[in-house]
């Protein structure tokens, strides 16, 4: 039995996956298309809070398979400094589960006075985010009662990845879409056990890192802020490059830590990483499907073998989930009442 709001919403994912792949195809590939004959060759976003974390895998998947340079947007340029930089040629997004937050809204109204296309990617028909946008792809979440986003944060990049792949026509990652539901409700189904082992490693810890890279340097920081939110754990994400340009002198015995490690591009050097910090005497908690990785962990959190490293954030976020969830409780906290947080924030 679900013991929180949170885990039920974060069981929910599968079903809003596939809800969205289904309802989401259509509008995505008429929004493609249109973008398509504009010749759009950047791509501005505006968010805050997971919806940032979201924009930071848009960076790379429209990056890497679109070759569209992306952009996360200051909102405070807007509203509190009340400049607008010119956006030509950029399509202006502003990415919000509610669509309520000023300054976000402000960035999407300031891209269509300019004359740019504007989209907003939100959970809810109607709100001021989708008003102030030429176009606006639903997350088709259905309500998210959890002030710690969790299945808005995968539709979102879900969302994401469907505009790449019907933005570049490309039919084999369109197909390869429509396994990261069964692929996350595997996880959900083996993972528990591991995420409580892991939690006993990292439950008296008040700070860690969360390391990862290219694709999963999103999913770094989207871990990190649930550490935060839910355990209170100051987790601090990382970049596994830039770790190794200073931070990496922090690690000694101990230290606490989460790497992700999906195969791909990047998992050779996030490995050799990892080598080198359990020899510094860290006892790492480990998501990967890499049977190396996970050979050196303290707590091996292991994912589905054969998701493609470009959805496979859609996958290794949600052992994060599960262990920000179990490591609140562990820690004496209600993961339902957040302190001091509210579901919707609005930022000016």
């Not at 990382?238 to 101990?254: E, K, M, N, R, W």
Request: glycine fraction near 6%.
């Amino acid at each position: 039995m679900l013991s929180s709001i949170l885990d039920r919403e974060i069981h929910e994912q599968p079903e809003v996956l596939r809800r969205l792949l289904t309802e989401a195809r259509e509008p995505v590939k008429a929004t493609a298309a249109r973008l398509r004959q504009l010749g759009v060759h950047h791509l501005v976003i505006a968010a805050r809070g997971s919806s940032d974390n979201a924009a930071r895998y848009a960076q790379y998947v429209f990056g890497v398979y679109n070759r569209l340079t992306v952009t996360l947007a200051a909102p405070s340029i807007f509203t509190r400094y009340r400049v607008s930089p010119r956006m030509d040629g950029a399509v202006v997004a502003g990415i919000s589960q509610s669509g309520e937050s000023p300054d976000l809204i402000a960035v999407v109204e300031a891209g269509r006075r300019q004359g740019c296309p504007t989209l907003a990617i939100t959970n809810v028909p109607g709100s001021p985010l989708a008003a102030a946008a030429d176009e606006t792809l639903l997350l088709q979440a259905g309500q998210e009662q959890s002030v710690a986003a969790t299945k808005t944060y995968t539709a979102q990049l879900m969302v994401l990845a469907l505009l790449s792949a019907a933005l570049a026509g490309d039919e084999v990652r369109e197909a390869a879409l429509s396994r990261v539901p069964d692929q996350v409700a595997e996880v959900l189904r083996t993972a528990q056990p591991h995420v409580s082992a892991a939690v006993q490693v990292l439950r008296v810890a008040d700070h860690a890192v969360v390391l990862g890279r290219g694709f999963n340097f999103a999913t770094a920081y989207e871990v990190a802020l649930k550490a935060k939110e839910l355990a209170y754990v100051a987790a601090e994400p990382y970049s596994s490059a830039d770790f190794q340009h200073g931070p990496i002198a922090l690690v000694d015995t101990g230290f606490a830590t989460i790497v992700l490690n999906p195969s791909g591009e990047v998992s050779d050097e996030i490995d050799d990483l990892l080598a080198d910090m359990v020899r510094r005497g860290t006892r790492p908690v480990v998501i990967s499907d890499a049977a190396r990785s996970l050979g050196r962990a303290a707590a091996p959190i292991e994912l589905p073998r054969g998701v493609p490293e470009w959805l496979s954030p859609l996958v290794a976020v949600v052992p994060g989930q599960l262990l920000a969830a179990e490591l609140s409780r562990a820690r004496g906290f209600d993961p339902d009442s957040p302190r001091g947080l509210r579901k919707v924030t609005k930022t000016t």
